[in-house]
């Protein structure tokens, strides 16, 4: 994470990658260049493409303008008339642009459970072409086995792809388990700080980076020299984050879980969560996100109303402590007997632990829950 990718500057020595804020480059003759025009590849980005390649362990990285612009450019590797098989609970706006925008082309989608395994093979059919998994998901945290979906688009000729947002490969290598594509959006732990939105993708084949940066200079959805190189900046202290969070979230999960007021909490470093020994096997940490229940709409609104230290917003992954309300804020599109089904019920409410003092946070939900 610090010495990844390209982490000094060739010509000055610089150890902070410079930003270049260039459109364009001199060439010396026609066709003899480096650089040729900043959509197709640019020094800054491309710093940070490689760094996301290192860590994830993969053969390329590409980085684009939100997590939904890597999303929408991997989409663009299918055409009309295939299906693409996805977690069910899929993050929101991958749901809304599969359903939505994708199927104006003739893409064919289906939500499965995948965390098991007989309903994802059932799911397969002939025109199938990818596996498109998260895990763990948004918000119940459910855990998809990424060694068996290998095996299985492995035999059927299918490509594999893993949102790792939320555990980051400090936590998470899903090409170690046999992902062909991995994407984040960046926007959350890999920048860190909310300050900048981003989307990164690694692919595991020369013809898939090929086909890759194809689309992602056609289609131009390309991150800015500026933000790229906040997200260097930010995957820098990615690790001791990542510690620091896993810290505070077992805490308060354990907080959390021995709460009178609190049904059920959502947490995969509970031994009781299912997939917990899944989990394990295929990552070393459990994240920072805990979902739990107080059991309806008003109690949820009225601690979201008395925290003080969690900010009550949308997104993740960042220092500071979020908290939200999943059925009136990330998953409102979803309609309400559908979420139900899904379990994610109008009580439930999703934090993303930062790096604040535990006890200052635990001391905040303690306050917000105790009426
Ligand atoms: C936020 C998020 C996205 C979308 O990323 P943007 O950067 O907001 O476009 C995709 N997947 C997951 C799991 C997310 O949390």
Redesign the pocket.
Known sequence: MIHGGISRDEHTGAVSIPIHHASTFKQDGVGNFVYEYARTGNPTRHALEELIKDIEGGFKGYAFG???AA?SAVMNLFKSGDHVILTDDV?G??YRLMTKVLTKYNIEVSFVDTSNLAVVEAAIKENTKAIYI?TPT?PLLKITDLKSISKLTRSHNLLMIV?N??STPYWQNPIEFGADIVLH?A??YLGGHSDV???LVVVNSESLATDLHFIQNSIGAILGPQDSWLLIRGIKTLAIRMEEIEENAKKVAKFLVEHSHVSKVYYPGFETHQGHSVHKIQARGFGGMISFDVGSNHKAEEVLKKVKYFTLAES?GAVESLISLPAKMTHASIPRERRLELGITDGLIRISVGLEDVEDLIEDLHFALAK
């Open positions: 939100s997590g939904m999303i993050y706006g991958s998260e948004n949102d947002t939320f959006s926007t959350k939105v981003a989307g993740l």
